[in-house]
């Protein structure tokens, strides 16, 4: 691919961004008409049909309503923004080999890494999975002679309108109630396409719609089947020549045994409870309200088993817990992509030039591994068939961080015999003349006591000091009885070459047995 890179290093960008602050918040953006409250089959289909217009205000008041009122909807829609928000991300150069463009995709990662409050700008750009679209308005600023981001201002989809003459997308300010269109490089739009069709249409709370408002009918009919045979009927007789005041006392007497469970009534009268069983049709709301849940379900998560409680084997489960994993990829793939197009290009534009490529943001959405499996064919792979696997991947994949310079590092036990000074010692052992085992051993216990005369001195030396300092056996022997002094003690002596001597004598007594044992 040509560039012009190398004509354009140096060269002062021409344009410069937009830094007031076009679509404010309004203290109307708070607020809705409720359009959910009396919502009727031709209500809905009203107002989807003003989304088809391109006028989506009412069709997001309602989808935001429908967010609020339905807990299940909500905690679905909240797994699929989280699934993503949360995961790690990284920016790639265009060209690893590039240097140019290594530096930008290093200053492009520090300026999304100094947004304060990242996380809530990805989950507010994933309200397009409802919604079919999301709006976040980009202020831009500068530090250091740098264009960068200041912040990523959330704006309400109900600020925004496809005209119907042209299909334009606009914005309304303050200024232009009837819209304008949207400046360049100043908003980050974000859609999602649930399935084909204009943008108004794709949220998959439209096509949950449907769902919602039959599922909120058999809600609000079992909540009134509750209140009529939840509570047995309370019915009241009274006789023949009962007084007004007398009607009086047994509908409060009815009153206080609903409410309190106790009450009084006139002689003569009597109150009778009445029950109805109705299982039957309690169970038929629950079955229709699971039904829709389940649907819902579907719609968001294209699953059931990892959301909803439910019967299904280990394998069925993996396998919708496999689907669920396929639409964060694709909502990683779709936010990095609309994030490169309107966040990373303008950055980039505005502090490097119009010319130079764009690096890749990437999201790690892979599926956590077994470990240990993985090691194992690594280690075959490399071993055996020899495959070159760099230790970058390596690095990332275990998250281990890389050791600076001069840093101690972990090494293998072998490595560890291989580079000890102390197997010299040992081959002068072999060299000498023969004798038994217990012979020869004697000597390696001689010669590492001779050798290693220095560490014992030192490390004694506390022990020999509180003995020289005693003034008496006694006094010697309540030192030695006093916890307090023999943890000072044990502090003072400095145990490491010791436990350094100890470990080489076991290594080259172990050594020494499997000479043995060839012989």
């Known amino acids: 691919m040509s560039r012009k890179k190398e004509k354009n290093k140096g060269k002062a960008v021409i344009r410069r961004p937009e830094l ?89 990662e520090q300026a999304l890494n100094s947004l304060e409050g990242f996380e809530e700008d990805l989950i507010d750009l994933l309200d397009a999975i409802g919604k079919g679209f999301a709006v976040s308005e980009i202020m831009w600023g500068f530090k250091d002679g740098r264009t960068v981001i200041k912040e990523l201002r959330s704006r309400h989809q109900k600020r925004f309108f496809w005209d119907s003459l042209d299909d334009s997308f606009k914005v309304r300010t303050k200024d232009s109630p009837e819209g304008i269109l949207l400046p360049c490089n100043k908003f980050v739009v974000h859609r999602y396409k649930a399935k084909s069709g204009h943008a108004s ?21 079992w909540v009134s089947f509750c209140e009529v045979y939840g509570i047995p009927l309370r019915l009241g007789k009274y006789s023949q020549g009962a007084s007004q005041d007398d009607k009086k006392a047994l509908m409060r007497a009815l009153r206080q045994i609903g409410a309190d469970a106790s009450g009084i009534i006139p002689d003569g009268t009597e109150i009778e409870f009445i029950t109805t069983e109705k299982t039957g049709s309690v169970d038929l709301f629950e079955r229709l309200a699971r039904y829709a849940d389940e649907q819902i379900s579907k719609a968001i998560l294209g699953q059931t088993l990892t959301s909803d409680s439910g019967g299904g084997s280990y394998a069925q489960s993996k396998t919708h817990n496999e689907v669920r994993h396929d639409l964060t990829v694709a909502d990683c793939k779709a936010l990095a992509t609309t994030l490169r197009r309107d966040l990373i290009r303008p950055l980039v534009y505005y502090n490097f030039g119009e010319n130079d490529r764009i690096p890749y943001l990437r999201f790690d959405c892979e599926e956590s591994e077994n470990l240990k499996d993985l090691s194992e064919v690594i280690s075959t792979l490399v071993s055996q068939v020899g495959l070159p696997v760099p230790t970058a991947y390596l690095y990332k994949k275990f998250a281990i961080p890389k050791p600076e310079d001069g840093e101690p590092v972990a090494v293998p036990f072998s490595q560890v015999v291989r580079t000890d000074p102390q197997p010299a010692a040992f081959k002068a052992f072999k060299a000498s003349p023969g004798g038994g085992s217990q012979e020869r051993i004697d000597r390696i216990a001689d010669q590492a006591i001779r050798q290693n005369a220095p560490a014992f001195k030192v490390m004694f030396a506390p022990v020999l000091k509180m003995v020289k300092d005693a003034q008496s056996l006694e006094e010697l022997k309540a030192q030695c009885e006093n916890e307090t002094i023999l943890k000072g003690l044990l502090k003072d002596m400095r145990a490491g070459d010791f436990e350094e001597l100890l470990a080489r004598t076991m290594l080259l007594a172990d050594l020494e047995g499997r000479g043995m044992e060839h012989e």
């Open 20 to 108: 007031v602050e076009l679509s404010p918040s309004q203290v109307t953006d708070k607020y809705s008409d409720y359009p959910s409250n009396g919502l009727t089959p031709e209500k809905l289909a009203s107002i989807l049909r003003e989304g088809d217009g391109g006028d989506v205000l009412r069709q997001s008041e309602l989808f935001e309503e429908m967010e609020e009122k339905d807990p299940h909807l909500f905690s679905q829609l909240q797994t699929r923004k989280q699934a993503v928000a949360g995961l790690d991300y990284e920016v790639i150069p265009f060209d690893p080999n590039d240097e140019r463009d290594k530096e930008i995709a290093d200053f492009v």
């Open 201 to 221: 249409r794709a949220g998959v709370l439209r096509i949950i719609s449907w769902m919602y408002m039959f599922k909120n009918y058999t809600v609000k009919d």
